[in-house]
């Protein structure tokens, strides 16, 4: 099926960690080799020390931060400029934004001036480099206005798991089987971190609960949550459980086993899968947080209180739940109405 044929997946619509290591710069380094080993000594740093909040830095956000310096490191090689980071002046950094907004427009360019804030901190405190974000005369992008979030379709979700093998008893292919499972528990409304980080021992399947692993702030106080699994959810992870034991890896503790028993599954192979099982049930791609948004919308429409989908989603704050129950508030609205039928 072409692209263009594919259908919408929206209801509306009807990384492998790697360890620094030091370098050593050369007796007479090209500018290339300085700026690399800036970089590493950055990354170094990153990994070393605590964010704002006094939590150490995730490895994502420190591929963010360094994924940014590349970005400035290969504009300042297309334009010839030599020298290492230290050269770059407000001047210098506000042609780079601009050169950068023209390929990435508004959002791209605001998330590379906030990554890029770090690197300049650090060369600050490291090399007192005069800081170029303490300049009045910086260019600021702001953030693009958020959009609406995107909910699922119901008939997008039901062919996601047809193509994944429905659930069916005969099906014992591990990809298979683990997909499908994969996919009714994002249906739960677990962030994408939060399904990966399940163990075993987080699932009591008896009880039909799921204990989700902290994160953010709730990580610093040992809090977490417990989440109720759908029925179909507790079939599909008691197969996949089952079919988990013919992999190489069985004995980890880490619930989600990557396939040709590879360990286990990372954000970017989740990405990977949940695309190619849009595309095989001939729809564009989504994203695994479109999930909890749905999940989100199932919950409310089913008639449950603010109060308790925050307490199943991990909200502490109201304006989460107005957030993500946005874009069909509408729809939920009219349908209540209806039910109402004839008031007088």
Known sequence: MSAQARKSPLRASQGTTRSATLRVIPQDPDTSEVRAAFLSDYATHLRATNNKHGRPYQEKTVRSYVEAVRALDRWMTEQG?????LTVDTTALNLFFRAYHQAHEQGGTNTVQRNLRTFFVWLEEEHEHPNPYRDKKLQRYAPPKAGKPQTL???FITDLLKVTGNGHPRVREFEKVRDHAIVRVLTEGLRAEELLTLRL????LEQGLAQVVPLKDARSTGEGRIIPLQPRTVVALTRYIRARETHKLSKSQDLWLGTRNRSRLTYSGLYRMLNRRAQEAGYEGCHAHQFRHTATDDMLTAGMSGEDVMTIQGWKDPTMLRHYAADMATSRALKA???????Y
Do not use: N, P, V
């Open 337 to 343: 109405a209806k039910r109402l039928g004839d008031r």
């Open 153 to 155: 379709s119901a008939e």
């Open 81 to 85: 400029m030599e020298g290492d980071y």
């Open 201 to 204: 021992d987080s699932l009591d």
